[in-house]
Structure formats: C-alpha cells, structure tokens
C-alpha cells in the first residue's frame, strides 16, 4: 500500500478522533481500479490491530433491495455477547422486518434497537464500521446509518465508505438522503481516489 499512505494516515486520524470521543465518517470515493477494496482491508486490518472492534460489510447490486441487507452483514460476527446477539437476531427477524415496511412504530423499534447495540459496542472499544460498494445501499440501511449517526454524539465511532462513481447501476435513490446527511457534517473527511498503478491495485 506504499501508493497509499497519505490516505490511511488520513485514515489513522480519523481513527485516532473517533477513539478520543466522537464520530467521524470517511468516505473513499473513485471509479473502478482505484484500490479503494484493498485499502479498506488494509485499514480495517490496522484498526483490529488497534483494539478497535471491526463490523464489514458490501453492497452488491443484486442486494440493493434486501431489507436491511448491509446491516445484517455488519451485525453478523461474533462481536456481540449473548444477549447481544440474541436482541439483535430479535430485531433481524423477517417478521418484525415486514411489519418495519408498514409499520412506524416497528420500524423504529428496530432502528433505535440495531444502533442502541453498536453505541454500546462503542462504549466498551472503537467501533470500526466499513462497508465497501455503498453505491449499493439499500434503503432501510441508508436509514439506519443516518438514525445511528444522528444519535452517536461523543461514541467511539468510525463509519468508512467505499464508493464507486463510474457504477450506472447504482441506488441512487438509496443512498441520496444518507450523502445529503453526511456532506454538511463537519466530521466527514472525502478522500478521492486517483487509479493506481495496475502493480499496485488488487482490487477496486
């Protein structure tokens, strides 16, 4: 990664702010052959390395519809306890999740449930989110993400994107209300990404 240095200590910063007590959200932005894939794993690598506790996840054009579906990947490893996973496998529940589709009030069980069981991962470490191709968000995640950046205050969180601006199959509608949200907060770093030497990008 010698090509990116610059943008992991760019990265490293953002790490270091969220660890000190509050968010921060770096997006990696470029077309295809920018190494943005494999400059996410070398970040996440260092940041698990750090302590930091590391959810992942990526977005897929086949997936841009899945209720919820970038949220289940983050939510997946074992990073909770017991109880944790078991009210967030409660909250995942295909049933709960249709009634989510109609229902205000159970969609805002889930919502403040999923982010009330990551700010509390962040108060025991860095919470370290990365989700890759988030060009392919879908819609009740846009939410969730913007609910769950609105109530994290002082957390120890760092949320890094990875998207792709070349993609004519992207959501846009999936992600519009989450990049309206995210570019007039102070604590967003844009970081756009030049293609890299073919020796130097294994993966875009």
């Not at 409660?90 to 229902?103: I, P, V, W």
Request: charged share 25%; hydrophobic share 45%.
């Amino acid at each position: 990664m010698i090509e990116r240095e610059s943008e992991l200590a760019e990265l490293a910063a953002a790490f270091a702010e969220s660890a000190a007590g509050g968010v921060r959200v770096v997006v990696l932005q470029g077309v295809v052959g920018t190494g943005k894939t494999a400059l996410l794993e070398e970040f996440g690598g260092r940041a698990r390395e750090a302590g930091a506790l590391l959810l992942r996840a990526s977005g897929a054009p086949t997936e841009s519809s899945l209720s919820l579906g970038i949220v289940r990947q983050l939510l997946a490893g074992e990073v909770f306890d017991r109880e944790g996973a078991a009210t967030v496998r409660g909250l995942l529940d295909h049933r709960l999740l249709a009634d989510a589709a109609c229902d205000g009030v159970s969609r805002s069980r889930v919502l403040d449930g999923l982010a009330t069981a990551v700010l509390e991962l962040a108060g025991q470490s860095t919470v370290v989110i990365a989700i890759d191709d988030t060009q392919y968000l879908d819609a009740f995640s846009q939410d969730w993400l913007i609910y769950l950046l609105r109530r994290a205050g002082h957390a120890r969180l760092l949320i890094v994107f990875g998207w792709r601006d070349d993609d004519i199959e992207m959501s846009a509608d999936n992600s519009r209300l989450l990049c309206a949200e995210l570019y007039q907060q102070a604590y967003l770093r844009r970081l756009l990404l030049a293609p890299c030497r073919p020796a130097a990008s294994r993966s875009s």
